[in-house]
């Protein structure tokens, strides 16, 4: 660089599929999975909105994906270097390989024939992977008969599709705001194993349903006395 300093530093490491799992702390991870993705831009954004989002690993394929390479740690904002990432020569077969351990596997597809708005409560419990797919080709055949949910983000303008790393925002973001309106069904099963971002929501989730315990004792709502005010200042 300018102030001449030169940094030598390792290539970032790739696990296989067992060991990404292996790397998991959270009893209930989310997974991203990216089919045919190979602009290291793409890589390094979806990366940054991953890790943003709390996602516990990210899985590429050998072949049709991005490298790990500067400039994807650069789009990524530096978040590349906390999200392990898997390298699998086969993605459909470790889909299967997830499955098989309870993962639920969701796939994002502009065609989708379920809304990502309303998918059920049931499709937010557990372990789940999500996929995208490249953009213009989409998720491959091989790679969609693997997914349990085939879900569309649905789009109000002209425009067919999203670019997928800002469908990848929206997908991860939506998925954890349902999974604050789910968190009474956590909390029933106890979220002691849960990842700090679920705790944190469940004492915010705890503390305002203790706010409104406290006003139903009272006898009255803070809209109802703002309302009992104005209405005395009135009078007087």
């Excluded at 190979?38 to 490298?67: F, K």
């Excluded at 419990?125 to 649905?154: H, M, N, Q, S, T």
């Excluded at 002691?192 to 315990?213: M, T």
């Amino acid at each position: 660089n300018p102030q001449g300093i030169a940094l030598e530093a390792e290539s970032l490491p790739e696990l296989s599929l067992e060991g990404l799992l292996q790397s998991i702390e959270v009893e209930d991870p989310t997974l991203v999975a990216l089919d045919g993705v190979e602009d290291p831009q793409n890589l390094g954004a979806i990366a940054r909105v991953a890790e943003a989002a709390g996602v516990a690993g990210l899985i590429l394929s050998n072949r049709r994906s991005a490298p790990l390479s500067p400039a994807a740690a650069r789009a990524s904002a530096g978040a590349i270097e906390w999200l392990p990432c898997a390298r699998v020569t086969n993605l459909p077969r470790a889909l299967n390989e997830l499955k098989l351990k309870g993962f639920w596997v969701f796939g994002s597809e502009p065609e989708a024939p379920l809304d990502l708005f309303e998918l059920p409560d049931r499709a937010l419990e557990g372990k789940r992977v999500v996929v995208f797919g490249a953009e213009g080709r989409g998720v491959r055949r091989g790679v969609e008969r693997e997914l349990d949910y085939r879900v569309r983000i649905p789009l109000g303008g002209r425009v067919a599709s999203l670019n997928v790393s800002s469908a990848a925002a929206v997908f991860l973001f939506e998925l954890n705001r349902r999974a604050f309106l789910c968190l009474p069904l956590m909390r029933g099963r106890g979220i002691a194993h849960h990842s700090p971002f679920d705790r944190l929501l469940a004492g915010v989730a705890q503390l305002a349903e203790q706010l409104i315990c406290n006003q139903q004792v009272a006898g009255s709502s803070p809209i109802a006395s703002s309302r009992s005010g104005a209405q005395s200042f009135g009078n007087t």
